[in-house]
């Protein structure tokens, strides 16, 4: 049951951070604009359908005592309940886009919330059938599959159902808990309004005389500024306001730290991340063997700090310097010309890839550019299964929004592979999984560019850019995996998490990273509060995926660069698998094993290499200036 009921959210995939500055729409929004009448031509539609999720509730309830009567009850109960889910899903998704468009209007902030009071409703109507079917057994359930040919599409889910048994309460229980499913996401909603709402962000003016105001999408912007003055006033300015609201956002971060480790205590887990494993089948391995590859590579991520300060020219790293370019490149990327050339990078993937993408990109799926009090960052919704996936970017027209452009769309295509090859019920992917995809893409992307660079520094421009994705999606990602795991295990020890004190566990973990203690990057005390800026520390071991994606992308990468057409196909196979099984067997199945050291062992080679390349370079450049004088 936990699989198709925490689809609608597991089909939400987003990047880390926005990096964009909020706007006025534009003139021409409406072409930049997602249509959302593909799902319900009116709000009276959508509220109707969710009416309808509703009245089914009741009639699921009804079926309580009837899944081990014979095959066919047990499909009709099952049927019924998935034919609700892929209604309620469409009503969520409706709800959410339209809440992200403006998080200041308080219609579509309610709209979000009936949206989450009926998935809650859905969770308390569905509540007895797990501990029911367990109670069944499965060796009955086994017989019924075998039985009836019908059942064939809940087969996964029912056999990931029945090895939660040692973690499922009694029906009673069961009951009581899905009573507080809405509270139990009160402090990750508490959260994103308050970061992106009810905050007075200042504003600043650059040297350039520019005004900025310095919002989570103005500080993703101005960090980046080739101005170091720039770059510290921003730091400092967002960092002071943040400051201000820590023992506000401790005390909510807390709040969910606490009720997650509860949750997992009552369901007799080792821990959160027992659970948060267990959950997708995930070994242990594969956390911990990604941590200790990491922190064993960290001489290779302070050997690109290093390699950041000689090309910025700067005797001493602050954290601060970690976002401009290293090469400035005069080059704009509008959406239209982003998806020209991401449909050119494409063409490695085939014919039948290149023209499905160009299809869904002629179509109002996005909703492109940054405008007041439109959600940060950038996503993926694609839980609608009748309809289509659609994408929320904040398009700045420069290279990371190119980037980003085509992470989102590995997403969607992800998402419409799997749908061509799987039924309703094994089509929505895992996390672990559905990483993989996007990162693959922007991987694709970025050797296209290096490849097609018409300077040397045009060639370092991407280079340098395919670093720092390394850097802050396998190196800074992992970190934050650790941090949460110390709250995590801190809390599970029955200790206190304020604000102050959640900032000295980052910091000490930041610092280790960036090599504080060394002189490699100087960590201002003030930037240890960098946790209140991550909302994925709501969404429980989450952050630990982008890396082993990442990993798992760069691998898949190179077996279609290594083995051409066959390496295609196992990259589009595990697409088409969707979640018809468990997401660590699927990838194991494509060639990539994230439990053993060598895939990590494998990224970290490449990103030296990266860098063996870039100071090739930057050595002929200099000889070259050296023999010109």
Sequence with gaps: MRNIILVATAMLVALPAGHAVAQD????????TWDLTDLYPSVEAWDQAREEVLAELGKIEARRGTLGDSADSLYQAYRHLSDTIRKAQR???????????????????????????????????????????????????????????????????????LRNAPYTLGAEAEQTLSY??????????????????????PTVTLSTGETVRVDSQGYGYARGSENRDDRKLVFDTFWNKWLEYRNSVGIVLNSHIQTQTALAKARNYDGVLHRELHQDNIPPGVYHT??????????????????????????????????????????????????????????????????????????????????????????????????????????NDNYASLSTFAHEWGH??????ARQAQPFETAG???????????????????????NAETVDEKLYYLGHGLEGMRGTFFRQTMFAEFELALYEAAERGEALSGERIS?????????????????????????????????????????????????????????????????ENFKNLLKAGGSNYPYLLLTDAGVDLAKPEPYQAIIAKMNDVMDEMERLLDEQATQLSARW
Excluded: C
């Design 412 to 417: 969607a295509m992800h998402t419409l592979y």
């Design 290 to 395: 990604l941590v200790e590859e990491v922190n064993k590579a960290l001489p290779t991520l302070h050997r690109y700090f290093k390699l950041r300060a000689r090309m910025l020219g700067i005797e001493q790293m602050h954290y601060y310097d970690i976002y401009p370019p290293l090469v400035s490149l005069d080059k704009e990327f509008d959406v239209e010309t982003s998806k020209k050339i991401t449909l050119e990078a494409m063409s490695v993937l085939g014919d039948d890839w290149v023209d499905m993408q160009q299809r869904a990109m002629d179509e109002r799926w996005m909703h492109v550019y940054p405008q007041r009090g439109k959600r940060s960052g950038a996503y993926m919704a694609g839980s609608a299964y009748d309809v289509h996936p659609y994408v929320l970017l904040n398009h």
């Design 504 to 568: 000295a566990i980052y910091g000490e973990i930041l610092k280790r990273y960036h090599g504080h203690d060394d002189g490699i990057v100087i960590i201002d005390d003030l930037y240890t509060n960098e946790w209140m800026f991550i909302p994925h520390f709501y969404r429980n071991m989450y952050v630990y995926q982008y890396a082993t994606s990442k990993t798992a992308g760069t691998a898949l990468y190179a077996k279609i660069i290594d083995d051409g057409e066959a390496g295609i």
């Design 180 to 201: 507080f499913s809405q509270s139990f996401a009160a402090p990750g909603s508490t959260y994103s309004l308050l970061a992106n709402s009810d905050i007075p962000w």
């Design 429 to 451: 992917y895992a996390t672990f999984i559905a990483e993989i995809p996007s990162t693959s893409l922007q991987l694709i992307l970025q050797d296209y560019m290096t490849q």
């Design 25 to 32: 729409a534009p003139a021409d929004a409406t072409k930049y």
């Design 91 to 161: 009503v969520s998704v409706y709800a959410s886009l339209n809440r992200d468009e403006d998080l200041r209007v308080t219609e579509t902030q309610e709209r979000s919330q009936l949206a989450t009071i009926m998935f809650g409703r859905l969770n308390e109507a569905t509540a007895w059938m797990l501990p029911e079917l367990i109670e069944v057994g499965r060796e009955v359930i086994e017989s019924y599959i075998k039985e009836d040919e019908r059942l064939a599409p809940f087969a996964y889910q029912l056999d990931d159902s």
